[in-house]
């Protein structure tokens, strides 16, 4: 299981970018899935995540306190697609940007990057003016 994200680019800051997260092969409605990112430097960490169809608390979501309030997750199930609205960014949200799927509902409720993956190819945020 492998996911693709895409919809990266430049923009300036307080700008937005809403990011895609599509697979085939197998339903995302299914899955927990995680959008993660990974700055220049540091290491890989989860920012939100939502919860599958399997669960009871199905698309709940959670989010990092660094992302909180700006960056919305939404599925589109027609699509078979999750998305990353990413509202004010900020130069620190600079990044590549990665999705991958999950079973643990504990992992995404904790941000816990070790319950995911099936890492795709990442998409590059740059946030600059």
């Known amino acids: 299981v492998q996911l693709q994200a895409s919809g990266g680019g430049l923009v300036q800051p307080g700008q937005s970018l809403r990011l895609s997260c599509a697979a085939s092969g197998f339903a995302l409605a299914d899955y927990v899935i995680g959008w993660f990112r990974q700055a220049p430097g540091k290491e890989r960490e989860v920012i939100s995540c939502?919860?599958?169809?399997?669960?009871?608390?199905?698309?709940?979501?959670y989010y990092s306190d660094s992302v909180k309030g700006r960056f919305t997750m939404s599925r589109d199930n027609a699509k078979n697609t999750v998305y990353l609205q990413m509202n004010s960014l900020k130069p620190e949200d600079t990044a590549v940007y990665y999705c991958a799927p999950s079973s643990s509902r504990y992992k995404c409720s904790t941000l816990d990057a070790s319950g995911f993956a099936g890492w795709g190819q990442g998409t590059l945020v740059t946030v600059s003016s």
């Open positions: 939502i919860l599958g169809s399997a669960d009871r608390y199905y698309d709940d979501e």
